[in-house]
């Protein structure tokens, strides 16, 4: 359905736009305004939207399976740094080579880093294997 004669007339008449609002209504909603204009103040208003949006940080960690207690504290410091600066945490066990028949070690230091981290964040994910990699995520306590 088109609009009416008389619409588009008084639209050109004001030099400005007739806009279908909503087409599917009986009779269609149209509007006389400055299209370029309500484009502008859209694209305005999306983007205001978008940079109050909380972008979610995600540090990474990264062990081996026979990583030392001197490295896993070093670490261990970092994880507490980044929990509390907010941003999530993913920690993960690489495995190289034939390591990969330590799963088992892997999966007890990812373990003892959340319980280690409780304080700081609660585990989003478990540790769990994904081809070389053992992963578990950490999401910062509020």
Do not use: W
């Amino acid at each position: 359905m088109y609009p009416t004669k008389k619409a588009l007339q008084l639209a050109e008449e004001q030099e400005l736009d007739l806009v279908e609002i909503s087409p599917k209504a009986v009779p269609p909603v149209c509007k006389i305004m400055d299209y370029k204009k309500f484009l502008y103040e859209q694209k305005k208003r999306d983007k205001a939207l978008k940079s109050k949006a909380t972008k979610v940080v995600i540090k990474e960690i990264r062990f081996g399976p026979n990583t030392d207690e001197h490295d896993y504290e070093f670490k261990k410091k970092h994880a507490i740094k980044f929990l509390s600066e907010g941003a999530k945490l993913k920690a993960y066990v690489f495995f190289k080579g034939r390591s990969i028949i330590y799963k088992d070690q892997g999966q007890i230091l990812l373990l003892r880093l959340a319980q280690e981290l409780e304080e700081y964040g609660k585990v989003e994910q478990m540790p769990k294997l994904e081809g070389k990699r053992m992963i578990m995520f950490i999401a910062p306590k509020k």
